[in-house]
């Protein structure tokens, strides 16, 4: 079974648009400093669905929805010196960082603002939604991924669910 996840991303440093220009419309999730959200990146699975979410935006907000294709795998960025993710800690034989590979699924026609998503009965304990969540790589509960959806127009189509 699918499990659903929220990618967060400030859109002046890689957009969903961004994602739409990319080849075959993919690109490895790379950058996440976090253990949590890390950890959260080695439990996904080919097949999984997210919702891209552009952060440090006016407004915030869901703005599409992409799918990993290529399950976790050693960030190789953490062992570039000349990256701005390297961490000198990480090595190729003792990886402490990992990226996915995800593709766009669907961009939405209009963005789901986070003061909207805030309104909408049954979000309440979303991880997007709570107060001090900060994670870039969040879990999404299958009723509060349904009840994005149908805030969507053309949310139930078959662009919504794994191919």
Not at 1 to 22: G, R, V
Not at 126 to 141: A, H, N, T
């Amino acid at each position: 079974m699918a499990q659903y996840w929220l990618f967060k991303s400030e859109p002046t440093t890689f957009s969903i648009d961004d994602l739409a220009k990319s080849p075959r419309q993919t690109t490895c999730w790379e950058g996440v400093r976090n253990y949590q959200a890390r950890n959260f990146l080695k439990s996904m699975k080919v097949g999984d669905l997210g919702f891209f979410y552009h952060s440090n935006a006016d407004p915030p907000a869901i703005v599409g929805i992409i799918q990993v294709v290529k399950a976790a795998y050693p960030d190789s960025f953490a062992f570039d010196s000349t990256s701005r993710y390297f961490d000198p800690r990480s090595a190729p034989d003792s990886p402490r960082w990992f990226l996915v590979d995800v593709r766009l699924v669907k961009k939405f026609p209009q963005a789901l603002p986070l003061e909207q998503l805030r309104a909408i009965k049954g979000l309440e304990k979303m991880e997007l939604l709570r107060k001090g969540s900060r994670l870039s790589i969040q879990p999404v509960r299958p009723e509060e991924w349904q009840r994005v959806l149908r805030l969507v127009p053309d949310g139930n189509s078959s662009q919504s669910t794994p191919r």
